[in-house]
């Protein structure tokens, strides 16, 4: 098989530093982002022209089945599919709408879904593959104010250790990278205090950076498919 990875929510933070991680790695790649999608063709040119790998991008909301099965049919089907792409949402979950619960939902973990179900066909074909699902600590522990959040990473948690058995077989491997607490625009609406509150609780006393994330993740799709089913986290020794 190819080395051809499919990068979700590239355009920016941690799906930007993958992108870059895997591009310099040699493997070809397809990016995705719901909206800005001029950045991302940047960067896909950017890649192209600095690692002579082939990037193409493409605006797609992963959290529609639709959006996904045409995505699917524009693209070489990918030997690693890192899915990335994630929404906050910060409030009581008694003020949450209906929407607001379904969107979370919807983008966080039934979007993951929707890529695998897309994706697996073809690393059946092959007997080979990587899904690599992006998490956070709060799908194990919960986040107060962050319910519907926790909820969508905690069932992305269990998608990721049930798809891993089912694939296992086939010598696929699937695994997940729990995050704490990373330096994108998903944390910009946390204060300079409130920010130093939350490091100080963290042993590694900072903040992680995309692409400490990023290189966790190409360890793991580099790595033999003997190790599946796990929940790595990569948070500082936070939790
Ligand atoms: P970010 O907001 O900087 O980037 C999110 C990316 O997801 C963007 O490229 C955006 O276009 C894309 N996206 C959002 N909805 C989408 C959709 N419906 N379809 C396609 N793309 C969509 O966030 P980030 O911090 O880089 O987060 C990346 C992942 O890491 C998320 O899954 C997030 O839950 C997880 N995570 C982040 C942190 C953190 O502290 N930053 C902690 C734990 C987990």
Request: net charge negative; with cysteine; hydrophobic share 40%.
């Amino acid at each position: 098989m190819s080395k051809n990875a499919l990068i979700t929510g590239a355009s920016r933070g941690i799906g930007r530093a993958i992108a870059i991680e895997f591009a310099r790695a040699g493997y070809d790649l397809t990016l995705c982002c719901i909206k800005n999608i001029d950045t991302l063709k940047l960067l896909a040119k950017d890649l192209t022209d600095t690692y002579k790998v082939k990037c193409k991008a493409f605006q797609a909301d992963v959290s529609d089945p639709e959006a996904v099965r045409s995505l699917f049919s524009k693209i070489e089907p990918p030997s690693v599919l890192i899915n990335n792409a994630g929404i906050s949402y910060v409030g009581l979950v008694t003020d949450m709408t209906d929407d607001d619960w379904k969107h979370t939902i919807d983008t966080n973990l039934s979007s993951v879904f929707y890529m695998c179900r897309a994706a697996i066909p073809h690393m059946l074909l092959e007997f080979s593959g990587k899904i690599i699902n992006v998490s956070s600590v709060w799908g194990e522990s919960g986040a107060s104010m962050e319910v519907a959040y926790s909820a969508s990473k905690g069932g992305l948690d269990a998608f990721t250790k049930a798809l891993a058995k089912e694939l296992a077989p086939s010598g696929i491997s699937v695994n997940a990278v729990a995050c704490g607490l990373i330096d994108t625009d998903m944390n910009s609406h946390l204060s300079d205090e409130e920010l130093t509150d939350v490091v100080s609780d963290i042993p590694a006393d900072r903040i992680g950076k995309p692409a400490e994330v990023a290189s966790v993740i190409l360890s793991l799709a580099e790595s033999t498919n003997y190790l599946t089913g796990q929940i790595i986290k990569v948070d500082g020794g936070w939790m």
